[in-house]
């Protein structure tokens, strides 16, 4: 979104609160509030303060829209990995099913990056949300047809992970063009997170009733359906226009500026760097989740549908309990306790053999990668410049995500030859000493945040001393 002609001091914002305590808002780094766009501590009618980013119509279309469409991703997932676990019965080639889905994303994402900045998000979007919904109905007519082999679902997997790599950026940077009121930003970062979570509560559950039922099939069939949830929805938004600056720097160019810009921030860099861990060795325990619920826990799809339902509910929770925070001041100290919780649960988890005790240690587990998660996606995003949060996300997006092909290879690697249960126990510990590294060097993190946070109004300016 363009900047407009006011100042902080027509907004208000000369009515400080005390030292260091934090404001009731801040627009993100790069953009500034309009003279509409007032700084109050009352709510607006009607809405809890937990739910305040709802005002935003374009933001309330998108979040209708969410909520049906990640209903059918996650049942996508769960789908997947049980087919391809009961095809082949290879812990290894749920591994590479998994790296096939997200190298492209490792490999493109920055490149997708910089086209996001270039390019109007809306319409990335809609051709992404398409495509993955072409996808999703090939993998459906080729397992309801009873043709489906491995070789095609590695294939779809590197065509989704392909789209994955515009889409993920893409709709993060695209978050800032529907909240309406920038303050309100973290709360939708905070609400996208809970519907992501609501929906990995519900997804698994329904996919392993509809397997159990009818097959996998069915799974993918709805997903490829709920995509147009999401079209619609971004077709029914009455953006404001938006004018694009001319580009006269080139893809190359521009995509070393935005690497130079995430290798020498301190803070951002750290947090991508943690996550890049914690993708690599702790996010890839989903793709153990089939052969934990069949050998371990001893139970069938419903089982592996309720282990992940419970990571969804702990998930949930985080994400409601961010959602309710006024402020993005105290984010940081969460990123390493949520990480140090997520590696305890999944050793915890690893060393379980009870189903009942494995369900709380996943609601653990759920709860510390959500909290980690959308509190370093916050920040991330209040921190990027208006003009670098595509090239930014697309690094977030490669951290997070593009390093769990990787993972992927070594968890399917390791469970292979140690058993799934200690790749688990280990990938967890590997996650605390990453959050130990991170936490030695919060300090220096934090005063690198200072001045940006003071610049945007998120806590007072020092007073000048005499």
Known sequence: MTPRDTSLEDTG?????????????AAPQGEQLSATETVSTRDHAGISHTWRALRAPNFRLFFSGQSISLIGTWMTRIATSWLVYRLTGSAWLLGMVSFMGQIPTFLLAPFAGVWVDRLNKRKVLVWTQALAAVQS??????????????????????????????????????????????????NAIALNSSIVNLARLIGPSLAGVVIALYGEGWCFLADGVSYFAVIASLLAMKLRPLVLPPQRDTLFRQLQEGWQYVSGFLPIRNLLLLFAIISLMGMPYTVLMPVLASEVLHGGAHTLGFLM???????????????????????????????????????????????????????VVGFGMMQGMAASNT????LAPADKRGRVMSYYTMAFVGMAPFGSLLAGGLAHAISASWTVVITGACCILGAVWFWRQIKDVRDAMRPVYRELGIIRPAPETN
């Open 137 to 186: 109905l090939a993998l459906a007519a080729l397992t309801l047809t009873h043709r489906i082999t491995i070789a095609d679902i590695l294939a779809l997997s590197a065509l989704q992970g392909l789209i994955n790599a515009f889409d993920m950026p893409g709709r993060q940077a695209f978050m800032v063009e529907m909240v309406e009121d920038k303050r309100d930003l973290g």
């Open 309 to 363: 339902a419970a990571a969804g509910v702990g998930a949930l929770a985080a994400a409601v309990l961010l959602a309710a925070r006024k402020s993005v001041k105290g984010l940081l100290r969460m990123v390493p306790l949520s990480a140090i919780l997520f590696g305890g649960g999944l050793i915890a988890f690893g060393l379980s053999h009870v189903l009942w005790l494995s369900l709380v240690l996943m609601l």
């Open 13 to 25: 914002l000369h009515q400080l609160p005390p030292l260091e305590e934090p404001l009731p808002a």
């Open 379 to 382: 920040i991330i995003q209040t």
